[in-house]
Nanobody, 126 residues
Framework: QVQLVESGGGVVQPGGSLRLSCAAS????????TGWFRQAPGKEREFVAA???????YYADSLKGRFTVDRDNAKNTVSLQMNLLKPEDTAVYYC????????????????????WGQGTQVTVSS
């Protein structure tokens, strides 16, 4: 059984940083693409970042330069480093993984991912 568990969320002041981690059981991250998404109250779930099987990284245009996704194959974790956080970054953040390796670069499409974590709350507030 596959399980994804996010951690690292919390409350941070504007301009601060957080590092989220996603740990997997029953799945090896390096065999699949992994995505990060977020959902703010009353809004649709939106793409944040993704890392492909080969390690290529993709980001939502609005987040480039502030967010960085990486993967630790030895620990089987995928992380999201978030810097210069803004109040509008407040959301529940989810990691997600493919069930089968897919071709194409539609990493922002939620339907690509079969497995999702329970989410971790990030609140940016002074």
């Amino acid at each position: 059984q596959v399980q994804l568990v996010e951690s690292g969320g919390g409350v941070v002041q504007p301009g601060g940083s957080l590092r989220l981690s996603c740990a997997a059981s029953g799945l090896t991250f390096s065999r699949y693409a992994t995505g990060w998404f977020r959902q703010a109250p009353g809004k649709e779930r939106e793409f944040v970042a993704a890392i492909s099987r080969s390690g290529a990284m993709y980001y939502a245009d609005s987040l480039k330069g502030r967010f960085t996704v990486d993967r630790d194959n030895a620990k089987n974790t995928v992380s999201l480093q978030m810097n210069l956080l803004k109040p509008e970054d407040t959301a529940v953040y989810y990691c997600a993984s493919e069930r089968f390796p897919e071709l194409g670069r539609n990493y922002a499409y939620t339907g690509r991912y079969a497995y999702w974590g329970q989410g971790t709350q990030v609140t940016v507030s002074s």
